[in-house]
């Protein structure tokens, strides 16, 4: 049973506009949720992240949306570059347990 | 930030031998690391943590005595692929926690691709 599901495994974007991922959770323990970006044959970098006693939480291009009644979160990126494009991995976690990690969704952003 | 290091970033070898795996935290002291493998498409998969000074705790379906893990000091763990086969061919990923529980945040390796023949 998947905890964290991320339901598009891919997405294609115009440069300079926005790209919006989307991650969907299970567990209602889950208090804290991180967005990774992969590259090929790379380990995954931190993102952003948010704890649940937030709905937003904004770093500059990036911005995390969190509605704990819907348990969805999303990540939006604007406006989006073309060195954006990825591999990005929503996880959740809750006191001291190992992130859950979602399938991920590629991303593309086309010039 | 915080920097994890792992080596060899590849490695092939011939099935049944073995294959050992370095994570390093470069700036900070590590207590407990997570080893992860990554499938083709998939998510990254928990193998197990790894706790310095003590036995690496295992997830559901992931044989101990065929990834061994050895995390003897604060800054170092170690996997390795005994008796590696083919089908042991992947992609791990080492990572380190930075900061209490409850963050969260972690940093991860370059990760390895180990290429079974």
């Known amino acids: 049973d998947q905890q964290v599901k991320q339901n598009s495994p891919s997405l294609s974007v115009q440069e300079g506009r926005i790209s919006i991922l989307n991650c969907d959770y299970t567990n209602s323990m889950f208090d804290y949720f991180l967005w990774y970006k992969k590259y090929p044959a790379e380990g995954p970098t931190f993102l952003i992240s948010i704890s649940s006693i937030k709905d937003k939480n904004e770093d500059g291009r990036f911005t995390v949306f969190l509605n704990k009644s819907a348990k969805h979160l999303s990540l939006h990126i604007v406006p989006s570059q073309p060195g954006d494009s990825a591999v990005y991995f929503c996880a959740a976690t809750w006191g001291n347990t190992p992130l859950v990690f979602g399938k991920g969704t590629r991303l593309s952003v086309i010039a | 930030g915080a920097v994890v290091s792992q080596h060899p970033s590849r490695v092939i070898c011939k099935s049944g031998t073995s294959v050992k795996i370095e994570c390093r935290s470069l700036?900070?002291?590590?207590?407990?690391m997570f080893w992860y493998r990554q499938f083709p498409k998939k998510s990254l998969m928990l193998m197990a943590t790894s706790n310095e000074g003590s036995k690496a705790t295992y997830e559901q379906g992931v044989e101990k005595d065929k990834f061994l893990i050895n995390h003897a000091s604060l800054t170092l763990s170690t996997l390795t692929v005994t008796s590696a086969h083919p089908e042991d061919s992947s992609f791990y990923i080492c990572?380190?926690?930075?900061?209490?529980?409850?963050?969260?945040?972690?940093?991860f390796g370059e990760g390895s691709r180990l290429t079974v023949l």
């Open positions: 990572s380190a926690r930075v900061g209490g529980a409850g963050t969260g945040e972690l940093f």
């Open positions: 700036d900070f002291q590590a207590t407990t």
